[in-house]
């Protein structure tokens, strides 16, 4: 039985028109793009939920402190802003804004990874699985177990398995480990929270080899509120006072503010306490940036980050932006149609293997399925699953992701009840014609991060 949607905390102030094509208009389209999502013109998308980064609906505090951006080169106020709320937030003594989350890893990752090296995750999201591989290194996955089967309703699928960390810390040998990233919450396995629990027994572990611990905290928030809903030592705890107790666990920590600090633009990367390793990130962020109180961003960018990061921690948001979610999961619930459940923090992840049991996972079932949404209804998602996975980096053969999904990655303060239920009739509605639907083949790709570019075709 499908929930109550959850009423926006908000006034809508502002519009945006949108569009939506013809059937035979987005068939021709989709076309025209080589059957990749992210070859398509916005203005031809009706609902875009490609992703939930940077798409975000920005308040009326954060233009106002548009205007008041200070974009001198060095030294301006709205850098100090950052610094200070950032330092208030998370209580790391060295802060570094950069222009968007792989920033953060470009500056930071190879300053601890180079060739021998692995790094170690709950589960690398694709941008941070790059740059691990670009600094030479290799990425393995140890999320738990019951997050690779999506009927399981378990609390934190996003947690590291810890047993397996230490095998294979061990069977790679301490020394050779340069990382481990702790991604909250858990993005490839489906927004899926990490509880605080988890964390300190990873901090155990990272500290008894003496490894350094890294939280890709992109979603900080959506983590917390999930740690107050789900995890008993902390549910009367505020969401300012989790998030500084989980914080606690890591030595530093990289963020793609363009997801839980509300912005369009804009990324940090933070340091507890390393002053050398610190430096060494100021001069990257130089040379890849910009200066350092700048770090890639222009002034008004920097004030509205101030002001996102406060923002998306209030606690009656985090209720709606959560609420929305579980709206959609619970229609789909209705219709039989399976994902990650229970619903993660910024998106539903559909199960299209589930949904397309004959498509094999190299002829991309979660690729397939957002085509199908396009055309059904104008919506743009996204594949996580083989096809974004990508080759092997060393046989250069397809690999197998242990899921298929499409995720619906809902962009905050943007769309509407009538919206989601949108997305849950198109859904039902490509259910209903599942066993037409055919797979795909790759006609071009680069060598890295294909999914951005690659052409696909349908498969007779």
């Known amino acids: 039985m499908a929930i109550k949607y959850v009423p926006e905390p908000f006034r809508i102030k502002m519009v945006e028109k949108i569009k939506m094509l013809t059937r035979e208009e987005r068939i021709e389209k989709i076309k025209e793009a080589k059957y990749n999502l992210f070859n398509l013109s916005a203005e031809d998308v009706y609902i875009d939920l490609l992703t939930d980064s940077g798409t975000n609906a920005m308040s009326d505090d954060q233009w106002a402190g548009i205007i008041k951006g200070d974009e001198a080169y060095a030294g301006g106020k709205s850098y100090f802003k950052v610094l200070n709320v950032a330092e208030k937030i998370f209580g790391y ?48 996955d140890c ?46 396995a489906g927004g899926q929270p990490v509880s605080i629990e988890n964390m300190r027994k990873v901090s155990e572990i990272a500290k008894k080899y003496n490894i350094k611990l890294c ?3 992109a979603r900080f928030a959506e983590n917390a509120f999930f740690i107050k809903e789900r995890e008993e030592e902390f549910k009367n705890s505020s969401i300012e006072e989790i998030t500084k107790v989980t914080f606690s666990y890591g030595d530093m920590f990289t963020m793609s503010a363009k997801k839980d600090a509300i912005l369009n633009m804009g990324g940090i990367v933070a340091i507890k306490d390393d002053l050398d390793l610190f430096g060494k990130v100021k001069a990257n962020c130089i040379c890849f940036e910009g200066f350092t109180t700048y770090g890639g961003l222009s002034g008004r960018d920097l004030e509205a980050m101030a002001q996102g990061l406060i923002e998306g921690m209030d ?25 990650q459940s229970p619903a993660g923090g910024h998106g539903i992840f559909v199960d299209a293997k589930s949904m397309f049991p004959h498509i094999p996972y190299n002829e991309y079932p979660g690729q397939a399925l957002a085509i199908e949404l396009y055309i059904e209804a104008g919506i743009r998602t996204c594949d996580i699953g083989s096809y974004m996975l990508g080759n092997d980096p060393d046989t250069h ?41 055919k797979g795909y083949k790759i006609t071009w790709e680069p060598p890295i991060l294909r999914h951005f570019q690659a052409h696909l075709e349908p498969l007779n």
């Open 93 to 140: 003594k060295y802060i570094q804004p950069v222009h968007q989350g792989r920033a953060a890893e470009k500056v930071l990752f190879n300053l601890l990874l180079k060739p021998g090296k692995v790094a170690i995750s709950n589960m690398f999201f694709d941008t941070t699985r790059a740059h691990v591989e670009l600094a030479g290194a290799r990425a393995i």
């Open 397 to 437: 053969k397809q690999l197998k992701a242990d899921f298929e999904f499409t995720r619906l990655a809902i962009p905050r303060r943007v769309y509407t009840q009538a919206h989601f239920d949108i997305m849950a009739e198109a859904l039902i509605e490509i259910n209903k014609r599942k066993n037409s639907v």
């Open 215 to 217: 939280i890709d905290a």
């Open 143 to 188: 999320v738990v177990p019951e997050a690779k089967n999506p009927e399981i309703r378990a609390n934190f699928k996003g947690n590291m398995d810890i047993e397996k960390l230490e095998k294979i810390i061990l069977e790679h040998k301490p020394e050779n480990v340069g990382l481990i990233v702790m991604t909250i919450t858990n993005n490839s």
């Open 315 to 339: 606690e009656d948001f985090l209720r709606y932006r959560i609420g929305q979610i579980q709206y959609l999961a619970s229609k789909l619930d209705d219709a039989g149609i399976k994902y």
